[in-house]
């Protein structure tokens, strides 16, 4: 079964504006991942944050993670056109099991 | 440099006819291997993964098979494909635990 859940599921919002999304999961993880998909294409790695971080930043992402309510957030400021995607939170759970669990992903349109 | 190849890009394949889907990396060893299947417009549902040649873990019982014959080989099978296998399959890896996961383009499977 799916492991993280995003919310929501779609967002609109005018460019220029920050885009925030969130992924909630259920048991304990090693690190959570985001990362973004373009229609028909691959996934792309954004940022990984580990079990004992709690704030991470790359450029315009900022990623936050609360372990003790199972949930992370990414936020995306000022947001471009070039942002229109599909983004996607990951879990890396604890067990010795090398899965990578995806949740269903949040789709991100950004309105010139 | 380290990359990951799928293909083919697009196939349509009648109902009952085999499938193999292969995909290859370069560029590293021992990875992770990773089959992932995405309907339209969901999220993905991991399929198989392996840590080693000849080792294959199984997420979801059905008519799928995947094998790893060699270290950075990975290949999805059906030997007789329904409807429902219809979908967008992705090819990730990994290095190690706990690290991105880098994705193939995709394959998209209409069964037909």
């Known amino acids: 079964s799916q492991q993280g859940e995003e919310d929501p599921q779609a967002l609109s919002i005018q460019e220029g504006e920050n885009a925030t999304m969130n992924c909630s999961y259920k048991?304990?993880?090693?690190?959570l991942q985001w990362y973004r998909q373009n229609s028909g294409r691959g996934l792309v790695h954004l940022i990984l944050?580990?079990?004992?971080?709690r704030e991470k930043h790359s450029g315009r992402l900022r990623v936050t993670l609360d372990t003790s309510k199972k949930s992370s957030s990414l936020l995306i400021t000022a947001s471009r056109a070039a942002d229109t995607a599909s983004y996607f939170c990951?879990?890396?759970?604890?067990?010795?099991?090398?899965?990578?669990?995806f949740g269903k992903g949040t789709r991100l349109h950004i309105l010139p | 440099s380290q990359t990951i190849h799928q293909w083919p890009a697009t196939l349509v394949q009648p109902v009952g006819s085999p499938l193999s889907l292969e995909c290859t990396v370069e560029?590293?060893?021992?990875?992770?291997l990773y089959w992932y299947r995405q309907a339209a417009g969901r999220g993905l549902q991991l399929l198989f993964y392996?840590?080693?040649?000849?080792?294959i873990s199984s997420e979801v019982p059905q008519n799928l098979s995947a094998s790893r014959p060699q270290d950075r080989q990975f290949i999805l099978s059906s030997k007789k494909l329904l409807l429902s296998d219809s979908g967008f399959y992705l090819c990730?890896?990994?290095?190690?635990?706990?690290?991105?996961?880098?994705f193939g383009q995709g394959t998209r499977l209409t069964v037909v």
């Open positions: 048991t304990s993880i090693n690190n």
């Open positions: 944050i580990r079990s004992n971080e």
């Open positions: 990951a879990t890396a759970g604890l067990n010795r099991d090398d899965k990578i669990i």
């Open positions: 560029g590293t060893s021992n990875p992770n």
């Open positions: 990730a890896w990994i290095v190690r635990r706990n690290t991105e996961a880098f």
């Open positions: 392996s840590v080693g040649i000849g080792q």
